[in-house]
């Protein structure tokens, strides 16, 4: 008998459980897919910066070497130093060469934000940054701040609305660039047309 009730039971709350999962929600509103462009960061002065000090390490361990290859004893710890240094500077390299990079804020054109990305203010390993663009309107600006520099990016687009089914969905296309403060821009896409979300834009500074 009690296990007969405590399954009623468990029926009881079910069921409602069940129809009201299935009803539609006329409160819910519809939901929004947010296109983005991609975007990658290089820091082409800082890599200038970090092969000049590569060169300096390496021709003067080039020298320790030489010293060591004949007999100088007393050059092992400077030696051991230069190594480390090597090591560290060419991991710098490697990383700004992968577009790894800390962004410090980035705001929208009329003072929105700062516009948040995932560990990007406690992780300086990020490659790649997902800019939300504006489904309100034909284009997008961002102030981007790295290392105490503010730079300008905007980019202008075609928008088309589809509102069949439950889910409102804005498809961008033809995403060109509309403005930027960056020595270099240069965007991949994988079509002609370039569409949001699949379109990246690799910038230089």
């Known amino acids: 008998m009690k296990r007969f009730l405590r399954k009623y039971l468990i029926y009881l709350i079910l069921i409602p459980l069940v129809y009201y999962s299935c009803q539609e929600c006329d409160d819910c509103g519809?939901?929004?897919?947010e296109p983005?462009?991609?975007?990658?960061?290089f820091n082409i002065d800082s890599l200038i910066k970090v092969e000049d000090t590569l060169t300096i390490i390496e021709d003067s361990l080039e020298v320790v070497n030489q010293k060591i290859d004949e007999g100088d004893t007393t050059l092992s710890d400077i030696k051991v130093n230069l190594e480390n240094q090597q090591a560290f500077y060419?991991?710098?390299?490697?990383?700004?060469?992968?577009?790894?990079?800390?962004?410090?804020e980035v705001f929208g054109s009329n003072g929105e934000g700062p516009l948040l990305f995932k560990d990007s203010?406690?992780?300086?390993s990020l490659t790649n940054f997902r800019f939300p663009l504006d489904m309100n309107r034909d284009e997008s600006t961002f102030v981007v701040n790295i290392q105490d520099r503010n730079d300008e990016i905007g980019f202008r687009y075609d928008r088309e609305i589809d509102k069949g089914g439950k889910e409102i969905i804005i498809r961008i296309y033809n995403i060109t660039l509309l403005t930027s403060s960056y020595d270099s821009v240069k965007v991949i896409c994988n079509k002609e047309i370039c569409t949001s979300n699949e379109t990246t834009y690799k910038i230089y500074f």
Do not use: A, R, W
């Not at 519809?30 to 897919?33: G, T």
């Open 121 to 124: 203010l406690t992780n300086d």
């Open 30 to 33: 519809p939901s929004q897919n």
């Open 90 to 104: 060419i991991q710098v390299k490697d990383n700004i060469n992968q577009g790894k990079i800390k962004i410090d």
């Open 36 to 41: 983005i462009v991609n975007l990658k960061f």
